[in-house]
DNA sequence: AATCACTAGGCGAACGTTCGCTGCCCGCGC
DNA sequence: GCGCGGGCAGCGAACGTTCGCCTAGTGATT
């Protein structure tokens, strides 16, 4: 309650003295090295615990040269597919005794201003990429510059990256023949942001499986969701769409909605199915069939490599993808 | 590409090397302190940024005794609310000039087993609580031991030390009030586990609302919702019940759906409403009625103190409740 | 009795900083 | 001509570790 005093933590010399012994003898035993005698040890130990002793990490990295801490660059920590990638990393960090270094860069600070200087400061050993809102900065890709080994969860502009992902070309995909097998042939796509790789990615997902089937590809099927009215207009302008891939499950989320708003019934007028699989998908009217992506396993995977590099002291730019898998529900 | 050797990082000696001075100097200049000319001054900044001079924080954090990094100790990141707390607290310190170690804590290890043990090491300057499941853990209590300021986002067993939060009272007496206002007479309330102080906190609310508006308080009206049936049984018990709050959005969502499979209208035939305004909420059939709880701006709210804590070096046990409103859309 | 091989533990250095003190040189005033 | 103060820079120490090398004992072996 009192304004206490800095009470300085307690160190090895606080210890070894106490103990009657050097501070280097101290800093063997409780590093399980060297040869002390068992008393000696013992003693040590118990000291240790009685005036808990925390050992300073700061100092160690000093002169391990390693801090083994790593950085996490997100983008935005509330997104929700984001947050299951970083749970994901942050697990196997701390199963592998890392400590995480957090920093979210947002629109009005390019990354490369605040956040990766601030890493790099700290000295971490390697670094987590999770921003796909700035996938073509090349400032980015500028600044890091190889210093430490970075894994990447989307791609970077100039590569050279090592990157973990799933299969989004098999994810647009895996959705298409889901529909082409339900019998549909007039399938519309609703796409989000034209220059991002999953956007790209889902859509050739999307041509193949029509190819597969035989079906034509038809430009005019091809829908920008961000524009909510968009969606209502296509399915106005081109009544026999009996099928909606949406790009994404937020998007699909959109295209229920105007379903509902032009009075067609999901799935009997038209079927719909999303990606992602978020939470909120299983608890639309009608519930929503989408593609299960592993961003838990993802965030492992991708720390896996990070801390593999690491401790490897490899910098190959290996690239990993996750396979994803279809969830069929109520609305197709 | 060609695996490199360990690339040492520049540090004030090289930099006072090439320009010719003694390091000290080097630091001197570069830290904004000392009497030194504007020639050698100019010089070293040139040669420090020439070389990539990255200076290291482990090593200032060891003779300043403070690392500028504080410890973020929170339970699941993935969960959308705790998520954007996470967001404004992460912001606030960025634009302090802190760093943030996350370590989340599950239910497998109590925090105090790995968590809490790495953020000492790591000597952070203080520690950020957001794990409300362990709100009742005597252990996470008894280690935080006061080392080092503390700002929790919720209750403490034990008490003594600093918490933000949001108003919960209040949260539920909006809700209820508006119930009232819109003329329900026979109000339900869905709520979540009892032991919470959340739950404590929003059913006083609604007892109160009620007081206010004459109704009595009626216990068979309280439901517990995470049992999935429990609400379809309470609205088949008490057909007179005309709106239900719910505790939570995800409890409303859940309400939502026993609403439909019981083939009544909402808001006609029984209004709800929610708290938290999940992203979710908005989207919703119907789009669901909730009490806005600011979570980014509490987030931002608890770093601040924090860092006010740490700065001051106070560790005086301020409480601070930021306020709701509720937002009205077709549920109600 | 001198050598040997261990065992137990000490010692100095280094990691990259900051900080306070000292010392030099120069110009100024008496 | 002498002392002095101020501007500039260097120096040593400290922060809390790890690590390799050294030394003083202790039995056992020749």
């Given at each position: 309650?009192?304004?206490?005093?800095?009470?300085?933590?307690?160190?090895?010399?606080?210890?070894?003295?106490?103990?009657?012994?050097?501070?280097?003898?101290?800093?063997?035993?409780?590093?399980?090295?060297?040869?002390?005698?068992?008393?000696?040890?013992?003693?040590?130990?118990?000291?240790?615990?009685?005036?808990?002793?925390?050992p300073?990490l700061q100092?160690r990295s000093?002169?391990m040269q390693r801090t083994r801490t790593v950085?996490?660059?997100?983008?935005?920590?509330?997104?929700?597919?984001?947050?299951?990638?970083?749970?994901?990393?942050?697990?196997?960090a701390r199963?592998q005794g890392y400590g995480v270094l957090?920093?979210?860069?947002?629109?009005?600070?390019?990354?490369?201003?605040?956040?990766?200087?601030?890493?790099?400061?700290?000295r971490v050993d390697g670094?987590?990429?999770?921003?796909?809102?700035?996938?073509?900065?090349?400032?980015?890709?500028?600044?890091?510059?190889?210093?430490?080994?970075?894994?990447?969860?989307?791609?970077?502009?100039?590569?050279?990256?090592?990157?973990?992902?799933?299969?989004?070309?098999?994810?647009?995909?895996?959705?298409?023949?889901?529909?082409?097998?339900?019998?549909?042939?007039?399938?519309?796509?609703?796409?989000?942001?034209?220059?991002?790789?999953?956007?790209?990615?889902?859509?050739?997902?999307?041509?193949?499986?029509?190819?597969?089937?035989?079906?034509?590809?038809?430009?005019?099927?091809?829908?920008?969701?961000?524009?909510?009215?968009?969606?209502?207009?296509?399915?106005?302008?081109?009544?026999?769409?009996?099928?909606?891939?949406?790009?994404?499950?937020?998007?699909?989320?959109?295209?229920?909605?105007?379903?509902?708003?032009?009075?067609?019934?999901?799935?009997?007028?038209?079927?719909?199915?999303?990606?992602?699989?978020?939470?909120?998908?299983?608890?639309?009217?009608?519930?929503?069939?989408?593609?299960?992506?592993?961003?838990?396993?993802?965030?492992?995977?991708?720390?896996?490599?990070?801390l593999?590099?690491i401790t490897?002291?490899?910098?190959?730019?290996?690239?990993?993808?996750?396979?994803?898998?279809?969830?069929?529900?109520?609305?197709?």
């Amino acid at each position: 309650m009192a304004s206490r005093k800095p009470a300085r933590h307690v160190s090895v010399k606080d210890v070894a003295a106490r103990a009657g012994v050097s501070f280097q003898t101290t800093s063997k035993v409780l590093n399980g090295g060297g040869t002390v005698s068992e008393v000696t040890r013992a003693r040590i130990h118990q000291v240790a615990s009685d005036l808990g002793y925390v050992p300073n990490l700061q100092a160690r990295s000093l002169v391990m040269q390693r801090t083994r801490t790593v950085g996490l660059l997100a983008g935005d920590f509330s997104d929700q597919n984001l947050s299951r990638l970083i749970v994901g990393a942050e697990r196997e960090a701390r199963r592998q005794g890392y400590g995480v270094l957090m920093t979210s860069i947002d629109l009005e600070v390019s990354g490369t201003e605040y956040a990766l200087p601030s890493l790099m400061e700290r000295r971490v050993d390697g670094i987590l990429l999770a921003a796909p809102q700035m996938e073509e900065d090349r400032a980015v890709a500028r600044a890091l510059d190889k210093t430490v080994p970075v894994v990447s969860l989307h791609h970077i502009a100039g590569g050279g990256v090592a990157t973990v992902g799933s299969d989004d070309e098999l994810t647009g995909l895996l959705a298409t023949r889901h529909l082409v097998a339900k019998g549909h042939r007039a399938i519309a796509i609703v796409i989000g942001p034209r220059a991002r790789r999953v956007t790209q990615d889902r859509l050739r997902g999307y041509r193949k499986a029509l190819e597969e089937a035989g079906l034509p590809f038809d430009e005019r099927l091809v829908t920008d969701g961000s524009d909510g009215a968009a969606t209502v207009e296509l399915l106005q302008r081109v009544p026999a769409i009996s099928a909606i891939f949406a790009e994404n499950d937020h998007l699909a989320i959109g295209v229920l909605s105007a379903l509902r708003d032009l009075g067609k019934r999901v799935p009997q007028d038209c079927a719909v199915v999303g990606c992602d699989d978020i939470e909120m998908a299983a608890f639309t009217v009608p519930p929503l069939t989408t593609i299960h992506i592993p961003f838990y396993e993802t965030g492992e995977q991708a720390m896996r490599l990070l801390l593999e590099m690491i401790t490897s002291g490899s910098v190959a730019p290996r690239k990993l993808l996750l396979p994803v898998h279809l969830i069929s529900r109520g609305s197709t």
